[in-house]
C-alpha cells in the first residue's frame, strides 16, 4: 500500500460517522428508538426523505471533493427520516418544536440548544451518565458567544487589558480563519443517523475544520504565550490548563455530533499553524491599534472588507452571521482601545516592572472585580439590546427587505451584515472605552 493509499484510508476513517456514534455510546448516549427502528426499518429511507427536503437526490455515500460537489450543510441525513405521504415532519419537529413519540425517560436528555434562525432543535436522546455529559456541555460552551461574552470583558476589566486585546486578536484572527475555510472545503456534518445531534445550533455550517477546537486550542495556548514572562507564576499551571482546556473543547464537539474526529484533529493542527505564522505580530497588531493616527479607519475598512468578502463564499448559513459578529467585535475593541489610550483610561503597566506580580487576594480587590463585571455586564447588554432593535428595522428599510418576520430578514445579506457588525462592533467598543470610562467617573477603575 503507497502512502497516499494509506492516508486516503486514514482520512475516511477519521471522518466515519460511526466512530462519532460508537464514541457516544460509549459515553452512555444512545438513540431515540424512534430513529433507529426507521433507520432499521428501511436504510435509504432517510435518503427519500432528505431528497424531498433539500429538493434534489444524493449520493448514499459521499466523499470529500467527489466530482458532484458536497451537499449543504444540515442536509446530510440530520433528522431521523419521516415517512413520506405520511405527512410527518423529520425527528418529530413540528413547527420549531421537538416531540418524542412514547412514554418519556427519565434518563432522556434536555435539548441543549435551539437555532433561532433555523428552528433546529437537538435530537431527544437517552443518556446514562450525567456527570460526562454536564462535562461535555460545560466544555462545548468553551466556544459559545456567552462564554466570549463574559471572558474577553473579565480579562480586560479585571486582569490584564494587554492580554485581553491580545486575546481578542487571536481570537478574531483564528476564527474568520476558521470560517472561511469551513465555506471553502464544504464538507457536511457527520450523518445522523448513526450520529445522535444533541446540539445543532451550527448544523446549518459546513464541518471542516472545527471552529471550537480551533477556538479551544488558540485561547488556552495563547494565554500562557501572553502572561509567562508577564506575570509571577509556575509554567507547570499552562502545561496543565494548555491540555485539559483543548480536549474538553475538542473531545465535547464529538460528543455534541457535530464533528469527526478529522474535524478536531485538523482545527487542532490548523490552530498550531495559524499561532506559529501569526503570533509574532500580535504586538506589532496591538500597539498599531493602540497608537496610530488613522488606527480607527483602517481596522474598521479592513474588517468590514473581510466581512464583505466571507459574505460571497457560499449561500447563507448560521456562519455569515458568526463571521460578521467576530468581525465586528474584534472591530469595536480594537478601535475602543485606541481612544482609550489616546484618554489615558487604561495604561499598560510599563516593561521595567515586569514581571508582575499577583495582589493579595482582599475584599475590597473582590468586591471591586465583581462590581465592574456587573456593571460592564449589564451595560454592555443594553448596548446590544438597543442596537438590535435599531440595526435590522432599519437594515430592511433601507434595502426593502420585508420585517414582518425577522428570521427571514436575517437571513439577507444586507441585514445580516450590518445588523451584526454594526451592533458587536458597539458591544466591542463599550468593552474598551465606554465601559471603562464608566469605571473611572464612578471611581472603580
Not at 484572527?173 to 451550527?202: H, N
Amino acid at each position: 500500500m503507497s502512502l497516499g493509499q494509506w492516508l486516503a484510508r486514514l482520512v475516511s476513517s477519521l471522518q466515519d460517522p460511526q466512530r462519532v456514534a460508537r464514541f457516544q455510546q460509549l459515553c452512555g448516549v444512545e438513540a431515540p428508538a424512534s430513529c433507529t427502528a426507521a433507520a432499521a426499518a428501511d436504510p435509504r429511507e432517510d435518503e427519500k426523505a432528505e431528497a424531498r427536503l433539500a429538493g434534489e437526490s444524493r449520493r448514499r455515500e459521499r466523499q470529500p471533493g467527489a466530482s458532484g460537489g458536497p451537499p449543504p450543510p444540515g442536509s446530510d441525513r440530520n433528522q431521523c427520516p419521516a415517512k413520506l405521504g405520511g405527512g410527518g415532519a423529520p425527528n418529530g419537529v413540528r413547527n420549531g418544536r421537538a416531540t418524542e413519540v412514547g412514554p418519556a425517560s427519565s434518563r432522556r436528555a434536555g435539548l441543549l440548544r435551539r437555532n433561532s434562525l433555523t428552528g433546529e432543535e437537538g435530537q431527544l436522546a437517552h443518556v446514562s451518565n450525567w456527570p460526562l455529559h454536564y462535562l461535555f456541555c460545560f466544555g462545548t460552551e468553551l466556544g459559545n458567544e456567552l462564554f466570549y461574552m463574559l471572558f474577553f470583558p473579565f480579562w480586560i476589566w479585571n486582569l490584564d487589558a494587554l492580554v485581553g486585546r491580545r486575546l481578542v486578536v487571536i481570537w478574531v484572527l483564528v476564527m474568520y480563519l476558521g470560517q472561511c475555510t469551513k465555506d471553502i472545503i464544504r464538507w457536511p456534518r457527520p450523518a445522523s443517523p448513526p450520529v445522535v445531534k444533541l446540539e445543532v445550533f451550527y448544523n446549518s455550517e459546513y464541518s471542516m475544520p472545527s471552529t471550537h477546537a480551533m477556538s479551544g486550542t488558540a485561547i488556552p495556548i495563547s494565554m500562557i504565550l501572553l502572561t509567562y514572562g508577564r506575570w509571577q507564576y509556575p509554567l507547570t499551571y499552562g502545561l496543565i490548563l494548555i491540555p485539559c482546556w483543548c480536549s474538553l473543547v475538542c473531545i465535547s464537539r464529538i460528543y455534541m455530533g457535530m464533528h469527526s474526529i478529522l474535524d478536531v484533529i485538523a482545527g487542532f493542527l490548523y490552530t498550531i499553524l495559524i499561532l506559529v505564522i501569526f503570533y509574532p505580530f500580535v504586538d506589532v497588531i496591538d500597539n498599531f491599534n493602540q497608537t496610530h493616527r488613522y488606527a480607527p479607519l483602517i481596522i474598521i475598512g479592513l474588517h468590514l472588507a473581510l466581512g464583505i468578502f466571507s459574505f460571497t463564499l457560499d449561500t447563507w448559513s448560521t456562519s455569515r452571521g458568526d463571521t460578521a459578529e467576530i468581525l465586528g467585535s474584534g472591530a469595536g475593541i480594537a478601535c475602543g482601545s485606541h481612544f482609550t489610550y489616546k484618554m489615558g483610561l487604561l495604561l499598560d503597566p510599563p516593561l521595567d516592572i515586569l514581571p508582575l506580580t499577583r495582589h493579595p487576594i482582599s475584599m475590597t480587590l473582590f468586591g471591586k472585580a465583581i462590581l465592574r463585571t456587573f456593571i460592564g455586564m449589564l451595560f454592555v447588554l443594553v448596548v446590544r439590546d438597543i442596537m438590535k432593535r435599531i440595526t435590522i428595522p432599519l437594515a430592511c428599510k433601507i434595502f426593502s427587505i420585508p420585517c414582518d418576520d425577522i428570521r427571514k430578514a436575517r437571513q439577507h445579506m444586507e441585514v445580516e451584515l450590518p445588523y451584526r457588525y454594526i451592533t458587536y462592533g458597539m458591544v466591542g467598543f463599550s468593552i474598551t472605552f465606554l465601559v471603562p470610562y464608566i469605571f473611572f467617573f464612578i471611581g472603580i477603575s
